[in-house]
């Protein structure tokens, strides 16, 4: 008796470890240039390259990574629709006569 036997999926590995020796020679670069802040000016050159290195590799990434599905669509559901202005009609004003007591 044959049995089919289907494979079971492979588990879907992160993009990111494609990019592994990026990475490491990011991390080495930033960590030269801290250190050689902190060399030429203390502790304050060593946290202004620390901090100018997160906010551009944050700026990087959220340029990169692409938006979700849904909030492509909750974006397109809130975006504001342009409408025909419609010309405002007069109201037939009747004026008759007041009656008084």
């Known amino acids: 008796m044959s049995e089919t036997r289907t494979r079971p999926a492979p588990p879907e590995q992160s993009r990111w470890r494609a990019a592994v020796p990026e990475l ?10 801290t250190l050689a802040a902190a060399a030429v000016s203390g502790w304050p050159g060593a946290v202004t390259v620390a901090l100018a290195t997160a906010v551009i590799s944050l700026l990087v990434l959220r340029a990169l990574i692409p938006r979700s599905e849904a909030q492509a669509l909750r974006r397109k559901r809130n975006a504001q629709r342009a409408r025909q ?3 405002v009609k007069p109201r037939d004003v009747r004026v008759g006569p007041a009656s008084g007591p």
Not at 24 to 33: D, K, Q, Y
């Open 85 to 87: 202005i419609q010309p």
């Open 24 to 33: 490491v020679i990011a991390a080495v670069t930033v960590i030269a240039a």
